[in-house]
């Protein structure tokens, strides 16, 4: 009854927003309007812990070490973009935007700037403030879109609650969306056939992470657990394209540790810390965890430690292979992030 009243409210919210937009609606349909089906993703993750799985044999559990492969392709990144400034005299340009003073994303940018300088590839950070307007971050979004020596354009998110993410995100030209947030980018990895200009840099850090660690994709059933516009669809979407059977998790889905189980492959990307606990995991089965959050630990220097989606501890001898948080995914995201940025200046001058 609560979840009627509540699709009920945001069915009603949902149309009195996008009427407007809506010229084909219809009462011949009793289907409601999509975006009115988009309610909040509560985690309710256990208040116990479910008791450990025993197996016959235990598995050793591979660890797939995301920085060394990352420090391998931004090596070679960093040889293109030399080789690259060396034929025409440039070096491909990435510009992010940064609203607020939210501290992971401080971090986060911080951490992109700094790949930047040590691959040779050149830099801009404009900083607003949490109370700006749209007008601001448009305006200085069309500045990047016209500026020649900028060829990757990038919004920190998440953006404040009062800005409208979707139109500042399209507002970032196709040709310029190094994050592969823009619709047609995203239409074009769902689509058979269509190559999209970019793919969202963390699910692309994902399968790179699998195929560089020797894991067979095609005909395998993997799980996404989440739903995000910028890894759970993303990552679906690109797990199919490589032959995977998919399912996706969410927070509305029954019994998600029966379907996880089954999986060959999990993707843990819902942001909540320790979700998917090692009775969850089929024996064997490979694990990418996207997940990172804060958790408060008095024993270490800054008082939290980072944990991911999955119970680490839990997962080794079950997993086959899982990625650490943190050094997992995390150092191939922003690599992702330098090879799309490489890829757009490379369409210009070579």
Not at 82 to 108: F, I, N
Request: charged share 20%; hydrophobic share 40%.
């Amino acid at each position: 009854m609560i979840a009627r009243k509540a699709l009920a409210s945001a069915h009603t919210k949902a149309i009195r927003l996008t009427t407007r937009d809506v010229h084909c609606f219809s009462s011949i349909l009793v289907s409601p309007p999509l975006v009115s089906l988009d309610l909040p993703e509560n985690w309710i993750p256990y208040s116990d812990p479910p008791p450990p799985v025993s197996f016959e044999t235990e598995q050793k559990t591979v660890v797939i070490d995301g920085n060394v492969i990352a420090e391998e392709i931004r090596t070679k990144i960093s040889s293109e973009v030399r080789k690259m400034k060396k034929a025409v005299g440039k070096v491909p340009g990435l510009a992010v935007v940064l609203v607020g003073q939210q501290r992971d994303s401080q971090t986060y940018v911080r951490n992109k700037i700094k790949a930047c300088e040590e691959t040779g590839i050149k830099s801009i950070l404009a900083e607003l403030p949490e109370d700006c307007t749209e007008g601001q971050i448009l305006s200085i979004l069309k500045k990047f879109n016209e500026d020649t020596s900028i060829h990757g354009i990038l919004v920190q998110l998440p953006l404040p609650q009062h800005l409208d993410e979707s139109k500042i995100l399209n507002m970032v030209r196709l040709e310029k969306d190094v994050d592969g947030f823009h619709p047609l980018n995203v239409g074009n990895l769902a689509m058979r056939g269509r190559e999209p200009l970019f793919v969202s840099c963390t699910p692309k850090g994902c399968v790179e992470l699998l195929i560089r660690a020797g894991v067979e994709i095609a005909g395998k059933n993997a799980v996404v657990i989440g739903r995000s516009n910028i890894v759970g669809l993303p990552m679906s979407l690109l797990l199919q394209r490589h032959d995977a059977t998919v399912s996706t998790v969410h927070a509305f889905t029954k019994d998600p540790e029966q379907i996880t189980r089954k999986a060959d492959i999990v993707i843990a990307a819902a942001g909540i810390p320790s979700l998917v606990r090692g009775s969850w995991l089929k024996p064997g089965a490979v694990v990418i965890d996207v997940g990172t959050s804060p958790v408060e630990d008095s024993s270490c220097e800054f008082g939290y430690r980072l944990v991911g989606d999955v119970c680490y501890e839990e997962a080794l001898g079950v997993a086959s292979a899982i990625t650490p948080v943190p050094g997992g995914v995390g150092p191939m995201t922003i690599t992702m992030l330098l090879c799309n940025t490489l890829d757009a200046a490379k369409r210009i001058f070579l």
